[in-house]
Protein backbone atom coordinates (compact mmCIF):
# COMPACT_ATOMS: atom_id res chain seq x y z
CA UNK A 1 0.00 0.00 0.00
CA UNK A 2 1.14 3.56 -1.26
CA UNK A 3 1.79 5.02 2.51
CA UNK A 4 5.54 5.63 4.04
CA UNK A 5 6.43 4.36 7.06
CA UNK A 6 5.78 7.47 9.27
CA UNK A 7 1.90 7.79 8.30
CA UNK A 8 1.74 4.34 9.06
CA UNK A 9 3.47 4.77 12.57
CA UNK A 10 1.41 7.39 13.44
CA UNK A 11 -1.72 6.02 12.76
CA UNK A 12 -0.55 2.90 14.27
CA UNK A 13 0.04 5.36 17.63
CA UNK A 14 -2.55 7.31 17.08
CA UNK A 15 -5.31 4.21 17.68
CA UNK A 16 -2.76 2.14 20.47
CA UNK A 17 -3.34 5.42 22.71
CA UNK A 18 -7.08 4.55 22.19
CA UNK A 19 -6.62 1.27 22.45
CA UNK A 20 -3.75 -0.32 24.54
CA UNK A 21 -6.28 -1.00 27.64
CA UNK A 22 -9.00 -1.96 25.82
CA UNK A 23 -9.82 -5.66 25.79
CA UNK A 24 -9.95 -7.65 22.14
CA UNK A 25 -11.02 -10.96 23.53
CA UNK A 26 -11.43 -11.46 27.19
CA UNK A 27 -8.09 -12.50 28.19
CA UNK A 28 -6.23 -10.31 25.46
CA UNK A 29 -5.93 -6.37 24.98
CA UNK A 30 -5.37 -4.65 21.55
CA UNK A 31 -1.78 -4.97 21.56
CA UNK A 32 0.59 -1.81 19.02
CA UNK A 33 1.09 -4.66 16.70
CA UNK A 34 -2.47 -5.28 16.27
CA UNK A 35 -2.51 -1.26 15.40
CA UNK A 36 0.42 -1.47 12.91
CA UNK A 37 -1.19 -4.32 10.81
CA UNK A 38 -4.18 -2.28 11.21
CA UNK A 39 -3.12 1.21 10.20
CA UNK A 40 -2.55 0.89 6.41
CA UNK A 41 -5.79 -0.50 5.96
CA UNK A 42 -7.16 2.46 7.84
CA UNK A 43 -5.36 5.09 5.53
CA UNK A 44 -6.59 3.30 2.05
CA UNK A 45 -10.22 3.18 3.73
CA UNK A 46 -10.06 7.22 4.67
CA UNK A 47 -8.57 8.08 1.36
CA UNK A 48 -11.12 6.22 -0.74
CA UNK A 49 -14.02 7.35 1.62
CA UNK A 50 -12.93 10.49 0.54
CA UNK A 51 -12.38 9.38 -3.51
CA UNK A 52 -16.04 7.80 -3.59
CA UNK A 53 -17.87 10.69 -1.29
CA UNK A 54 -18.73 7.95 1.04
CA UNK A 55 -19.77 7.60 4.69
CA UNK A 56 -19.01 4.93 6.97
CA UNK A 57 -21.86 3.93 9.16
CA UNK A 58 -20.34 1.84 12.52
CA UNK A 59 -22.63 -0.05 15.37
CA UNK A 60 -21.32 0.10 18.39
CA UNK A 61 -20.91 -3.78 18.49
CA UNK A 62 -18.10 -3.86 15.71
CA UNK A 63 -14.49 -3.50 16.50
CA UNK A 64 -12.31 -1.26 17.75
CA UNK A 65 -10.44 -0.75 14.43
CA UNK A 66 -13.33 -0.12 12.53
CA UNK A 67 -15.18 2.04 15.23
CA UNK A 68 -12.53 4.51 16.21
CA UNK A 69 -10.47 3.86 12.59
CA UNK A 70 -12.63 4.42 9.93
CA UNK A 71 -16.23 4.90 11.49
CA UNK A 72 -17.84 8.64 10.63
CA UNK A 73 -20.29 7.75 13.09
CA UNK A 74 -20.68 5.12 15.62
CA UNK A 75 -23.72 4.62 17.61
CA UNK A 76 -27.04 2.36 18.18
CA UNK A 77 -29.65 1.59 15.66
CA UNK A 78 -31.79 4.74 16.16
CA UNK A 79 -28.55 7.00 15.69
CA UNK A 80 -27.09 5.02 12.86
CA UNK A 81 -31.05 5.68 11.06
CA UNK A 82 -31.40 9.06 11.86
CA UNK A 83 -27.86 9.45 10.53
CA UNK A 84 -28.12 7.29 7.36
CA UNK A 85 -31.27 9.82 6.82
CA UNK A 86 -29.08 12.67 7.21
CA UNK A 87 -25.80 12.21 5.48
CA UNK A 88 -25.08 14.20 1.82
CA UNK A 89 -22.83 11.32 0.97
CA UNK A 90 -23.31 9.46 -1.88
CA UNK A 91 -22.05 6.09 -0.60
CA UNK A 92 -22.65 4.93 2.64
CA UNK A 93 -20.69 1.82 3.80
CA UNK A 94 -22.38 0.19 6.79
CA UNK A 95 -20.21 -1.74 9.61
CA UNK A 96 -23.54 -3.65 10.98
CA UNK A 97 -25.90 -6.52 10.33
CA UNK A 98 -28.14 -6.35 7.44
CA UNK A 99 -31.38 -4.89 8.84
CA UNK A 100 -29.40 -1.70 9.95
CA UNK A 101 -28.15 -1.84 6.32
CA UNK A 102 -31.32 -2.32 5.12
CA UNK A 103 -33.09 0.57 7.20
CA UNK A 104 -30.35 2.81 5.47
CA UNK A 105 -30.95 2.08 2.02
CA UNK A 106 -34.98 2.33 2.48
CA UNK A 107 -34.21 5.56 3.83
CA UNK A 108 -32.03 6.39 0.88
CA UNK A 109 -33.62 4.39 -2.10
CA UNK A 110 -30.98 6.63 -4.66
CA UNK A 111 -27.90 6.21 -3.16
CA UNK A 112 -25.60 3.11 -2.93
CA UNK A 113 -25.18 1.08 0.47
CA UNK A 114 -23.24 -1.80 1.23
CA UNK A 115 -22.50 -4.07 4.12
CA UNK A 116 -19.12 -5.13 4.71
CA UNK A 117 -20.02 -8.15 6.11
CA UNK A 118 -21.87 -8.98 3.60
CA UNK A 119 -25.47 -10.95 4.38
CA UNK A 120 -24.83 -10.93 7.85
CA UNK A 121 -27.90 -11.88 9.42
CA UNK A 122 -29.13 -11.42 13.16
CA UNK A 123 -31.36 -14.41 15.02
CA UNK A 124 -33.81 -11.70 15.63
CA UNK A 125 -34.46 -10.48 11.83
CA UNK A 126 -33.86 -14.10 10.32
CA UNK A 127 -36.63 -15.21 13.27
CA UNK A 128 -40.12 -13.81 11.38
CA UNK A 129 -41.32 -13.55 7.52
CA UNK A 130 -44.00 -11.22 6.12
CA UNK A 131 -46.37 -13.84 5.98
CA UNK A 132 -45.80 -14.79 10.10
CA UNK A 133 -46.81 -11.03 10.75
CA UNK A 134 -50.18 -11.37 8.71
CA UNK A 135 -51.14 -14.27 10.10
CA UNK A 136 -50.72 -12.76 13.34
CA UNK A 137 -52.70 -9.63 12.62
CA UNK A 138 -55.47 -11.55 10.81
CA UNK A 139 -55.87 -13.32 14.11
CA UNK A 140 -56.06 -9.85 16.23
CA UNK A 141 -57.76 -7.79 13.48
CA UNK A 142 -57.84 -4.00 14.69
CA UNK A 143 -54.66 -4.66 16.71
CA UNK A 144 -51.88 -2.09 16.44
CA UNK A 145 -48.64 -4.05 15.38
CA UNK A 146 -45.41 -2.49 16.34
CA UNK A 147 -41.74 -4.16 15.06
CA UNK A 148 -38.68 -3.68 16.73
CA UNK A 149 -35.74 -2.51 14.28
CA UNK A 150 -34.12 -5.78 14.39
CA UNK A 151 -36.38 -7.29 11.71
CA UNK A 152 -36.36 -7.50 7.51
CA UNK A 153 -38.02 -4.59 5.12
CA UNK A 154 -40.83 -7.25 4.55
CA UNK A 155 -41.71 -7.73 7.90
CA UNK A 156 -41.37 -3.85 9.17
CA UNK A 157 -43.79 -3.38 5.61
CA UNK A 158 -46.36 -4.79 7.36
CA UNK A 159 -46.36 -2.81 10.35
CA UNK A 160 -47.53 0.05 11.62
CA UNK A 161 -44.61 1.36 13.30
CA UNK A 162 -41.28 0.01 13.80
CA UNK A 163 -39.15 1.21 17.02
CA UNK A 164 -35.44 0.66 18.21
CA UNK A 165 -34.21 -0.90 22.01
CA UNK A 166 -33.92 3.39 22.61
CA UNK A 167 -37.60 4.19 21.92
CA UNK A 168 -39.81 1.07 22.62
CA UNK A 169 -41.11 1.93 25.72
CA UNK A 170 -42.55 5.13 25.01
CA UNK A 171 -43.80 4.20 21.63
CA UNK A 172 -45.46 1.60 22.86
CA UNK A 173 -47.09 3.64 24.93
CA UNK A 174 -47.80 5.83 22.73
CA UNK A 175 -49.81 3.28 20.78
CA UNK A 176 -54.12 3.51 20.88
CA UNK A 177 -55.80 0.51 22.46
CA UNK A 178 -55.17 -2.12 25.44
CA UNK A 179 -53.63 -4.71 23.16
CA UNK A 180 -50.75 -4.46 21.14
CA UNK A 181 -48.72 -6.37 18.63
CA UNK A 182 -44.69 -6.75 19.10
CA UNK A 183 -42.84 -8.70 16.90
CA UNK A 184 -40.17 -10.60 16.21
CA UNK A 185 -38.38 -9.56 20.03
CA UNK A 186 -40.13 -12.06 22.26
CA UNK A 187 -38.05 -11.60 25.53
CA UNK A 188 -38.88 -7.68 25.01
CA UNK A 189 -42.38 -8.06 24.55
CA UNK A 190 -42.14 -9.32 28.34
CA UNK A 191 -39.99 -6.40 29.31
CA UNK A 192 -42.32 -4.34 27.39
CA UNK A 193 -45.65 -5.07 29.32
CA UNK A 194 -43.82 -5.20 32.56
CA UNK A 195 -42.57 -1.61 31.84
CA UNK A 196 -46.11 -0.26 30.89
CA UNK A 197 -47.88 -1.83 33.73
CA UNK A 198 -44.91 -0.32 35.91
CA UNK A 199 -45.74 2.98 34.34
CA UNK A 200 -49.56 2.69 35.22
CA UNK A 201 -50.76 2.37 31.24
CA UNK A 202 -50.56 -1.74 30.82
CA UNK A 203 -51.48 -3.49 27.83
CA UNK A 204 -51.37 -6.85 26.71
CA UNK A 205 -48.58 -7.74 24.22
CA UNK A 206 -49.10 -10.61 21.66
CA UNK A 207 -45.94 -11.49 20.24
CA UNK A 208 -43.86 -14.09 17.94
CA UNK A 209 -40.86 -14.29 16.78
CA UNK A 210 -37.30 -15.49 18.68
CA UNK A 211 -34.77 -14.16 20.76
CA UNK A 212 -31.12 -12.05 20.11
CA UNK A 213 -28.70 -15.34 20.65
CA UNK A 214 -26.48 -12.45 22.71
CA UNK A 215 -28.21 -11.64 24.92
CA UNK A 216 -30.81 -14.64 25.70
CA UNK A 217 -27.95 -16.17 27.49
CA UNK A 218 -27.73 -14.27 30.55
CA UNK A 219 -29.35 -15.87 33.49
CA UNK A 220 -29.89 -14.75 37.06
CA UNK A 221 -27.02 -16.09 38.31
CA UNK A 222 -25.01 -14.15 36.33
CA UNK A 223 -26.07 -11.11 38.17
CA UNK A 224 -26.09 -12.88 41.66
CA UNK A 225 -21.94 -13.65 40.40
CA UNK A 226 -21.45 -10.07 39.54
CA UNK A 227 -22.53 -8.86 42.75
CA UNK A 228 -21.11 -11.34 44.68
CA UNK A 229 -17.32 -11.23 43.34
CA UNK A 230 -17.77 -6.97 42.98
CA UNK A 231 -19.57 -5.80 46.05
CA UNK A 232 -20.57 -2.19 44.94
CA UNK A 233 -21.07 -2.88 41.35
CA UNK A 234 -23.62 -1.17 39.07
CA UNK A 235 -24.74 -4.10 36.79
CA UNK A 236 -26.67 -2.49 33.16
CA UNK A 237 -28.45 -4.45 30.88
CA UNK A 238 -29.77 -4.58 26.86
CA UNK A 239 -33.41 -4.76 26.85
CA UNK A 240 -33.18 -8.31 24.50
CA UNK A 241 -32.13 -9.66 27.77
CA UNK A 242 -34.91 -11.66 29.60
CA UNK A 243 -36.92 -10.34 31.76
CA UNK A 244 -36.18 -11.91 35.23
CA UNK A 245 -32.00 -10.49 33.99
CA UNK A 246 -33.85 -6.99 33.69
CA UNK A 247 -35.78 -7.00 36.71
CA UNK A 248 -31.85 -7.59 38.92
CA UNK A 249 -30.14 -4.80 36.98
CA UNK A 250 -29.38 -1.35 37.92
CA UNK A 251 -30.12 -0.02 34.48
CA UNK A 252 -31.83 -1.35 31.45
CA UNK A 253 -31.27 0.52 27.95
CA UNK A 254 -30.49 0.19 24.53
CA UNK A 255 -26.80 0.69 23.37
CA UNK A 256 -26.72 4.43 23.65
CA UNK A 257 -28.81 4.33 27.03
CA UNK A 258 -26.13 2.23 28.92
CA UNK A 259 -23.32 4.69 27.17
CA UNK A 260 -25.73 7.36 28.81
CA UNK A 261 -26.03 5.93 32.15
CA UNK A 262 -21.73 5.31 32.32
CA UNK A 263 -21.24 8.37 31.31
CA UNK A 264 -23.78 10.57 34.25
CA UNK A 265 -22.55 7.97 36.94
CA UNK A 266 -20.18 8.48 39.43
CA UNK A 267 -19.77 4.34 39.87
CA UNK A 268 -16.11 3.21 39.19
CA UNK A 269 -17.24 -0.57 38.38
CA UNK A 270 -20.17 -1.57 35.98
CA UNK A 271 -21.33 -5.42 35.01
CA UNK A 272 -21.84 -5.64 31.39
CA UNK A 273 -24.52 -7.57 30.32
CA UNK A 274 -24.04 -6.81 26.47
CA UNK A 275 -21.96 -7.77 23.78
CA UNK A 276 -18.31 -6.67 23.99
CA UNK A 277 -17.86 -3.98 21.28
CA UNK A 278 -19.68 -2.01 23.32
CA UNK A 279 -17.59 -3.07 26.29
CA UNK A 280 -14.48 -1.72 24.30
CA UNK A 281 -16.46 1.56 23.86
CA UNK A 282 -16.88 2.04 27.31
CA UNK A 283 -13.18 0.70 27.77
CA UNK A 284 -11.89 3.19 25.38
CA UNK A 285 -14.27 6.02 26.74
CA UNK A 286 -13.46 5.80 29.81
CA UNK A 287 -9.98 4.51 31.47
CA UNK A 288 -11.18 5.60 34.43
CA UNK A 289 -14.06 3.19 34.79
CA UNK A 290 -14.03 -0.34 35.09
CA UNK A 291 -15.96 -2.64 32.85
CA UNK A 292 -16.68 -6.62 33.65
CA UNK A 293 -17.83 -8.55 30.92
CA UNK A 294 -19.27 -12.58 31.67
CA UNK A 295 -19.72 -13.13 27.82
CA UNK A 296 -21.32 -12.09 24.97
CA UNK A 297 -19.89 -11.33 21.44
CA UNK A 298 -22.37 -11.01 18.18
CA UNK A 299 -20.71 -12.88 15.77
CA UNK A 300 -22.90 -11.21 13.04
CA UNK A 301 -21.37 -7.81 13.52
CA UNK A 302 -17.67 -9.20 13.90
CA UNK A 303 -17.84 -10.44 9.74
CA UNK A 304 -17.13 -6.36 9.28
CA UNK A 305 -13.49 -5.88 9.39
CA UNK A 306 -11.10 -3.43 7.84
CA UNK A 307 -10.05 -5.90 5.34
CA UNK A 308 -14.04 -6.29 4.07
CA UNK A 309 -15.03 -2.37 4.40
CA UNK A 310 -12.06 -1.15 1.93
CA UNK A 311 -13.33 -4.26 -0.38
CA UNK A 312 -16.64 -3.20 0.00
CA UNK A 313 -15.84 0.72 -0.98
CA UNK A 314 -13.15 0.30 -3.88
CA UNK A 315 -15.65 -3.30 -5.58
CA UNK A 316 -18.39 -4.39 -3.50
CA UNK A 317 -19.19 -8.63 -4.27
CA UNK A 318 -23.40 -8.60 -5.18
CA UNK A 319 -23.71 -9.80 -1.86
CA UNK A 320 -22.34 -6.49 -0.04
CA UNK A 321 -24.91 -4.43 -2.34
CA UNK A 322 -27.97 -3.61 -0.24
CA UNK A 323 -31.18 -3.49 -2.52
CA UNK A 324 -34.68 -3.58 -1.14
CA UNK A 325 -37.60 -4.58 -3.86
CA UNK A 326 -39.52 -0.78 -4.45
CA UNK A 327 -42.96 -1.80 -2.90
CA UNK A 328 -41.98 -3.28 0.13
CA UNK A 329 -39.41 -0.12 0.54
CA UNK A 330 -42.06 2.05 -0.02
CA UNK A 331 -44.22 0.71 2.78
CA UNK A 332 -41.22 -0.20 5.16
CA UNK A 333 -40.24 3.46 4.64
CA UNK A 334 -43.37 4.28 6.14
CA UNK A 335 -42.93 2.29 9.39
CA UNK A 336 -39.31 3.75 9.74
CA UNK A 337 -40.78 7.35 9.27
CA UNK A 338 -43.69 6.49 11.98
CA UNK A 339 -40.86 5.39 14.15
CA UNK A 340 -38.97 9.34 14.04
CA UNK A 341 -42.13 10.74 14.14
CA UNK A 342 -43.45 8.85 17.39
CA UNK A 343 -40.04 9.28 19.01
CA UNK A 344 -40.01 13.09 18.87
P1 LIG B 1 -29.25 -0.98 19.84
O1 LIG B 1 -30.23 -0.24 19.03
O2 LIG B 1 -29.45 -0.79 21.32
O3 LIG B 1 -27.86 -0.65 19.44
O4 LIG B 1 -29.48 -2.53 19.64
C1 LIG B 1 -29.18 -3.19 18.46
C2 LIG B 1 -28.87 -4.58 18.68
O5 LIG B 1 -28.83 -5.35 17.75
C3 LIG B 1 -28.62 -5.03 20.04
O6 LIG B 1 -28.37 -6.39 20.07
FE1 LIG C 1 -28.98 -9.45 16.37
FE2 LIG C 1 -28.31 -10.06 18.87
FE3 LIG C 1 -26.40 -9.58 17.08
FE4 LIG C 1 -27.94 -7.58 18.01
S1 LIG C 1 -26.49 -8.79 19.16
S2 LIG C 1 -27.40 -7.96 15.84
S3 LIG C 1 -29.92 -8.64 18.23
S4 LIG C 1 -27.89 -11.29 17.03
Redesign the pocket.
Known sequence: MPYTQDQIFNEAHRLYGLLSHVSKTKAQKWTLADCQAAAPYILAINDAKKAKNAVVLAHS?TTPDIVYGVADFRGDSYQLAQKARETNAQMIVFAG?WFMAETAKILNPNKQVVIPAGQAG????DSMTAVDVQKLRAQHPGVPALCYI?SSAEVKAQCDACVTSGNVFDIAQKMPGKQLIFVPDMLMAQNIAIELKRRGTPKEIISSGGS????DKYRPEQVEKLRADYPGIVVIAHP?CAPEVCALCDYVGSTKGMADYVSKSDARQFGMLT?LGLVNRLETEHPDKSFIWPFGV?S??KKNSLINTLQALLAPRPDQIVTVDVQVAAAAQKSIHKMFELAQ
Open positions: YVCTLANCCVHEECYM
